[in-house]
């Protein structure tokens, strides 16, 4: 399932940090919600302040009114130092209070943005989004990124995942991607970005031309162009751009890949997270086409091709040699 956090016409950032507190202050927080909360808290800043502000008024008669007091002060504060009370259960999951009482300096005041979301879908799910200015964005499983327009600038930042962007074209506001290490801008044109692990960013071009940066490098890429970016490294090879990308129709083309790597990606489509706790054998090459939208059969095929065993688990599914 996919979330729309916050947008021009759905839920402002204070609104969703108000369900939010509700969410986690319930009796019982199922794990799912307990995963997509840390998400939610990932993807900006001002998701953090606002849930420690709703949290610090959290005795106030209703929720929307702290929520509501929340935007008519946050203009008018630089820095602000709330005290949060022990019995503010849901706050201890970010870690900003102690065993009773504890300070906490929110950042200063940031101009608000013209447009800004968070998305993030499941594993399995794949969704589309159109953004305000025309801008289509496809999410892959278990993917997460945050929208945030605002003056000349239109920045994106991929948390987690695979993103495919068809970016209108606006010479006066540059679309800038965050992925890893990587830096992508562009002003009009389409490309995928695949964020491979915590190091590694891969981003390849189906039309017209982006810049990729990432520490001190930084290359241009054009139509049939994709480049990894990983310890500030770039390396640039070229790829077919007639079709787009496999993910999109649930396949993954692998030619002497490491098998940890094919297992990241069928990790986008499986209930049931599949690990690799052996780094020979996640360091293990493997080739072919894989519909990794159906990790059952990927883990059939991986069995049968390479004698891998798989073994299953309730929460887990483990693979060894």
């Known amino acids: 399932m996919i979330k729309v ?9 204070e609104e969703e940090a108000a369900a939010w507190v509700v969410a986690m202050m319930a009796e019982t927080v199922p794990a799912h919600t307990e995963r997509q909360f840390e998400l939610w808290i990932k993807a900006h800043p001002d998701h953090a302040q606002a849930y420690a502000d709703i949290c ?18 946050t203009q008018m504060r630089s820095h602000i130092a709330i005290v949060l009370g022990g019995a503010i259960a849901a706050c201890l999951v970010l870690g900003f209070v102690g065993v009773n009482t504890k300070s906490v300096v929110l950042p200063s005041f940031k101009p608000q943005p013209t447009y800004s979301a968070s998305l993030m879908t ?9 953004l305000p200015d025309g801008t289509r964005i496809a999410l892959s499983g278990n993917s997460a990124l945050t929208v945030r327009y605002e003056g000349r600038r239109r920045q994106v930042n991929l948390t987690r995942g695979e993103a495919w962007f068809d ?3 606006d ?19 389409a490309f995928n970005i695949d964020l491979l692990d915590a190091a590694a960013t891969e ?3 189906y039309r017209g031309k982006v ?8 290359v241009d890429l054009t139509l049939g162009q994709k480049a990894i970016s990983q310890n500030g490294r770039i390396e640039r090879s070229m790829f077919d751009a007639q079709a787009m990308p496999d993910w999109r129709e649930g396949w993954f083309e692998a030619e002497d890949i490491e098998l940890g790597r094919l297992i990241a990606e069928v990790n986008r489509f499986a209930k049931t997270p ?11 090459t493997v080739s072919g086409r894989f519909k990794v939208s159906d990790p059952a059969l990927v883990l059939s095929g991986l069995k049968q091709v390479y004698g891998i065993e798989v073994r299953q688990g309730k929460t887990v599914t483990v693979l060894t040699k």
């Open 171 to 189: 010479e006066s506001r540059p679309f800038h991607v965050a992925a890893g290490d990587a830096e992508v801008k562009v002003v009009g044109t």
């Open 211 to 218: 810049q990729v940066a990432a520490g001190e490098r930084s």
């Open 56 to 73: 610090a008024s959290w005795q106030a008669p209703a929720v929307e009114q702290a929520a509501t007091s929340r935007r008519r002060n």
């Open 122 to 130: 499941g594993p399995g799910d794949i969704q589309d989004v159109a």
């Open 203 to 205: 981003v390849s071009v």
């Open 5 to 13: 956090v916050n947008g021009p016409n759905l839920l402002s950032v």
């Open 167 to 169: 970016v209108a074209h």
């Open 274 to 284: 599949v690990r690799i706790t052996d780094p020979d054998l996640a360091a293990k």
